[in-house]
């Protein structure tokens, strides 16, 4: 894991962190990621691991962000960190207008201002469930608990298992 | 998912003591959860709330810091947690310093039961690596998305199957009879002439190859089970031993054949049943079709493994289709309810005109198969090794009518359902359940020509034996040459066309660039045509197991090779698909298909060993009337007492109550899913009502939520 976050930036990132350095890597880099490269949500996913907001990501931040892609990271978490890659002006709730650029990110904007309404007031009517319009957490949870293929197709990489990032950051308790 | 976490996580803890809502406690569900709460908390009064992290300023909805409290040992690992890694290594050295506090004997338990879990992890994930074609699973899986993967696992989970089934007979079948033939291991066996029977029924030549023939004589009996190869135990013919003595132990042969037969036909479908409970419990609880279609496509339709451009670029695109074609449903479901009765009476009767068309479409099928068959068996008994490729033919005619009549009618079916005016996934449901229904008919319509031949009796003597011994003498190995010969040629078919069709339409496409041959373009990863074609000759192993042993073994090798050959195929030659079939649905499909095609070889199995007189002349079943008959004789051998349990529990007075008792728990469980299913309903009306006012009701919300999460769950389990 550290060689990946290495590579990307070599004259950046340090081979000793036992001094924990204070390196950040900027999201321009990590997009570019293979394993992200294709992602419609690459920006989105970066920003909520980011401790700043911004985008940036320390070797903490890159590690985090693969152990809860990972296949081994339990529901509940993968369904919290969805919610903040969904809520894209980060208020705690998926308003119709995050939803309107979820949808236009899943489909390149290939779907007409009518049809993306139409699926926009479909999902809402489908998950909210105090309605207040859009969707809470609570919702969201609710809904996702119920998607058959969240676990199988989203949050899902094979490349790393967290006992991996055990092994780097000395962990030998995180089981 | 367990209950416990979501209401620690969320219930502050002040509203912990009462339930919010009366009427809730009435649950049993929630007086279960109290219960675990109870047993597990004790002095636990933990709650490692996941606090907001970085980049979710001010985030109160995620409820109140975490404070691992000293006592009891920490429930889940740090990783778990939604929090920063400086987080996740305070919460760590907090947990630890709770153990170092905690007592000797929970030290070690916890370490051991760490070190357990470590050992269990890297266990599964060696075993992971000795999975059959784990990598190229997966490696098509990222290339063209889950529906075609699971094709390819159901192809997997096939060569398992037959290989187990193949283990099966050949170790309680095959085995002791070589090893009884050739007495290896002081063995000897038993051939004991059938008592009662005329001497010309039990009389049995199977012709092998005497003397110089010419070599295409035996490409001609391998292909079609005659010659050489009918004498082998490949075919029932050659058990023809009535018990087996290993030193003392005697070996009930018969017996074992006809157990072998059961325990694989039960092995079979007890593992698909097994396999299909978890797509069918969430089928028969949240209907996907009609709830949350939406939502799942939005929130869970983006693949995350999917790192090629080309396949981002096509799954953008099924994904847009796919809500277009959600959208176009509802439009339709619309314009079917603003139909008029004229409109209505016109639809109605197109509809039962075009299914007259369909059932005479099949029974043109049916009829053609018979008389092929007959043809089939009339001319290869007169026909003896004067052309080489007319006999085969002759022999080969059924199979070759069969596959002409699976690839016909459903082209058929597909052309007229567009005049039927269904909903798109109705549509598609119906050909296919139509196409099921010709491919696996098929097979039965020639099993039921062949016994129309067999027990075709003419004369006296005839009748005395119970089927036409002149000409089958011993009619399984018939039977279970016919099945052989059906196998090879499927699998000679499958290899033909990926051979002679797919690569020169591929060559054609990419050297060719005149305009019909570009708009024919490639052709696309047909998922159902494929799984139709593996489960029609699934059913042929099922049928054809009884009748020729060995059948599971050859069924074994085709399915591996027709992995690769279709992996090849489709890396080559096919374009990804524009609307993939999601893996939810599909692999519930395949094995509803494969369960029908099971229980549809129980019918021919059942009427061969209850009905049909088996043969005297060959097999282990030459004592007795029919094949079944070996048990009521083996039971005639036990003890009295247990003589007269066994006949209590097959007799009427037993049976009968215990039907009505089975009847009555199914009842039970199909009411108290519905009654979870109304509580569900009613607390999520409630939930609508409990407006969200964080001073008050947040707690309530989410308590009530994760009381429907768990009522679901009780009514999945």
Same mark, same amino acid.
């Given at each position: 894991m550290h060689g990946r976050y290495h590579e990307m930036a070599p004259n950046v990132v340090p081979m000793d962190y036992t001094k924990d350095p204070d390196v950040k890597l900027p999201m321009q880099l990590i997009i570019n990621m293979p394993e992200l490269k294709e992602n419609p949500f690459k920006e989105r996913i970066v920003e909520s691991f980011s401790e700043d907001g911004e985008g940036s990501l320390s070797f903490n931040d890159f590690v985090d962000m693969f152990s809860v892609l990972s296949e081994m990271a339990p529901r509940e978490l993968k369904a919290i960190y969805a919610f903040k890659i969904y809520d894209f002006n980060t208020d705690n709730f998926i308003c119709k207008s995050d939803l309107e650029k979820t949808l236009n990110k899943l489909t390149r904007e290939e779907l007409t201002a009518e049809e993306i309404t139409l699926v926009c007031e479909k999902v809402i009517e489908e998950a909210d469930m105090d309605g207040d319009g859009k969707l809470g957490f609570a919702d969201f949870e609710n809904m996702i608990s119920k998607a058959p293929d969240f676990l199988r197709y989203c949050f899902k990489k094979k490349i790393v298992s967290c006992i991996f990032s055990g092994i780097f950051l000395g962990y030998h308790c995180v089981v | 998912?367990?209950?416990?976490?979501? #209401?620690?996580?969320?219930?502050?803890?002040?509203? =912990?003591?009462?339930?919010?809502?009366?009427?809730? %406690?009435?649950?049993?569900?929630?007086?279960?959860?109290?219960? /675990?709460?109870?047993?597990?908390?004790?002095?636990? !009064?933990?709650r490692t709330a996941p606090r907001g992290s970085a980049g979710l300023r001010g985030a109160e909805a995620w409820g109140p810091e975490p404070e691992p409290e000293g006592g009891g040992p920490a429930g889940r690992p740090a990783r778990e947690y939604p929090l920063s890694i400086a987080e996740k290594r305070r919460l760590r050295d907090c947990q630890q310093a709770d153990i170092k506090r905690s007592s000797g004997w929970k030290q070690w338990k916890r370490s051991s039961s760490k070190s357990l879990k470590k050992v269990l992890n890297e266990v599964k994930e060696l075993l992971s690596y000795l999975e059959l074609w784990r990598h190229d699973i997966h490696s098509i899986e990222g290339k063209f998305g889950t529906g075609i993967q699971s094709y390819f696992s159901f192809l997997r989970f096939l060569v398992l199957l037959n290989f187990i089934i193949f283990i099966l007979m050949f170790s309680f079948v095959t085995l002791p009879s070589i090893i009884s033939t050739y007495g290896i291991f002081n063995s000897s066996f038993a051939k004991t002439p059938p008592e009662n029977i005329e001497p010309y029924c039990t009389v049995y030549k199977p012709s092998g190859n005497k003397g110089l023939v010419y070599f295409y004589t035996y490409l001609k009996d391998l292909l079609s089970g005659t010659g050489f190869l009918e004498g082998t135990s490949l075919f029932y013919g050659y058990y023809t031993i009535d018990a087996a003595w290993l030193s003392v132990l005697r070996y009930n042969l018969p017996l074992a054949y006809l157990?072998?037969? *059961?325990?694989? &036909?039960?092995?079979?479908? &007890?593992?698909?049943?097994?396999?299909?409970?978890?797509?069918?419990?969430? +089928? &028969?609880?949240?209907? !996907?079709?009609?709830?949350?279609?939406?939502?799942?496509?939005?929130?869970?339709?983006?693949?995350?493994?999917?790192?090629?451009? +080309?396949? $981002? =670029?096509?799954?953008?695109?099924?994904?847009?289709?796919?809500?277009?074609?959600?959208?176009? !449903? !509802?439009?339709?479901?619309?314009?079917?309810?603003?139909?008029?009765?004229?409109?209505?009476?016109?639809?109605?009767?197109?509809?039962?005109?075009?299914?007259?068309?369909?059932?005479?479409?099949?029974?043109?099928?049916?009829?053609?198969?018979? /008389?092929?068959?007959? *043809?089939?068996?009339?001319?290869?008994?007169? @026909?003896?090794?004067?052309?080489?490729?007319?006999?085969?033919?002759?022999?080969?005619?059924?199979?070759?009518?069969?596959?002409?009549? +699976?690839?016909?009618a459903p082209q058929i079916f597909s052309f007229l359902i567009r005049f039927e005016d269904y909903s798109p996934a109705f549509e598609i449901r119906l050909t296919l359940m139509r196409c099921v229904f010709v491919r696996l008919a098929n097979i039965g319509v020639l099993l039921f020509s062949l016994w129309s031949q067999i027990s075709y009796c003419a004369t006296d003597k005839c009748k005395a034996c119970g089927y036409n011994y002149e000409l089958y003498p011993c009619w399984e190995s018939e039977v279970g040459k016919e099945m052989y010969k059906l196998m090879i040629f499927d699998f000679i078919i499958i290899l033909a066309v990926t051979l002679f069709v797919d690569f020169p339409r591929k060559l054609l496409v990419t050297h060719c660039s005149c305009k019909p041959v570009q708009w024919c373009g490639l052709q696309e990863f047909g998922i159902s045509d494929n799984v139709l074609e593996i489960v029609y000759g699934q059913t042929i192993c099922w049928i054809g197991t009884f009748f020729s042993p060995l059948l599971p073994a050859i069924a074994t090798v085709k399915y591996f090779i027709i992995f690769y050959i279709k992996k090849i195929s489709l890396i080559h030659?096919?374009?990804?698909?524009?609307?993939?079939?999601? #893996?939810?649905?599909?692999?519930?499909?395949?094995?509803?298909?494969?369960?029908?095609?099971?229980?549809?070889?129980?019918?021919?199995?059942?009427?061969?060993?209850?009905?049909?007189?088996?043969?005297?002349?060959?097999?282990?079943?030459?004592?007795? +009337?029919?094949?079944?008959?070996?048990?009521?004789?083996?039971?005639?051998?036990?003890?009295?007492?247990? %003589?007269?349990?066994?006949?209590?529990?097959?007799?009427? $007075? *037993?049976?009968?109550?215990? *039907?009505? @008792?089975?009847?009555?728990?199914?009842?039970?469980?199909?009411?108290?899913?519905? $009654?979870?299913?109304?509580?569900?309903?009613?607390?999520?009306?409630?939930?609508?009502? @409990? /407006?969200f006012d964080p001073l008050v009701c947040t707690p309530k919300v989410f308590f009530v939520v994760s009381v429907i999460r768990h009522a679901e769950e009780q009514q999945c389990s």
């Open positions: - | 998912m367990c209950f416990l976490p979501l #209401a620690e996580v969320f219930l502050p803890e002040e509203t =912990r003591a009462a339930a919010p809502v009366d009427f809730l %406690q009435e649950l049993p569900s929630y007086r279960s959860a109290l219960r /675990r709460r109870a047993a597990a908390g004790g002095g636990q !009064e933990r157990l072998a037969t *059961f325990a694989y &036909l039960a092995l079979s479908l &007890l593992w698909i049943i097994k396999r299909s409970v978890e797509g069918f419990k969430q +089928n &028969l609880v949240h209907h !996907e079709d009609q709830f949350q279609s939406y939502c799942n496509k939005v929130f869970a339709g983006w693949d995350f493994c999917i790192t090629d451009p +080309n396949a $981002a =670029r096509l799954k953008h695109r099924s994904l847009q289709y796919e809500l277009q074609t959600d959208l176009e !449903e !509802e439009r339709l479901k619309q314009k079917i309810a603003d139909r008029t009765m004229k409109e209505k009476l016109r639809i109605y009767s197109l509809r039962m005109f075009i299914n007259v068309i369909v059932i005479a479409v099949l029974s043109g099928c049916f009829y053609s198969i018979y /008389r092929a068959t007959v *043809f089939s068996q009339e001319n290869s008994n007169d @026909v003896s090794n004067t052309n080489f490729q007319a006999n085969l033919l002759v022999q080969y005619l059924p199979s070759m009518v069969i596959t002409l009549a +699976n690839f016909i030659t096919r374009k990804t698909a524009a609307r993939p079939i999601r #893996a939810s649905s599909s692999n519930f499909f395949f094995l509803v298909v494969l369960l029908i095609g099971l229980v549809l070889a129980f019918i021919p199995l059942g009427i061969s060993i209850a009905h049909i007189p088996s043969s005297k002349a060959c097999g282990p079943f030459r004592s007795f +009337n029919t094949s079944w008959a070996v048990v009521p004789a083996t039971v005639l051998g036990f003890p009295t007492g247990l %003589q007269q349990v066994l006949h209590g529990i097959t007799s009427e $007075a *037993f049976a009968v109550p215990f *039907f009505m @008792v089975i009847c009555l728990i199914m009842f039970y469980f199909i009411a108290l899913a519905g $009654a979870h299913k109304r509580v569900v309903e009613q607390l999520r009306e409630q939930l609508v009502m @409990v /407006r």
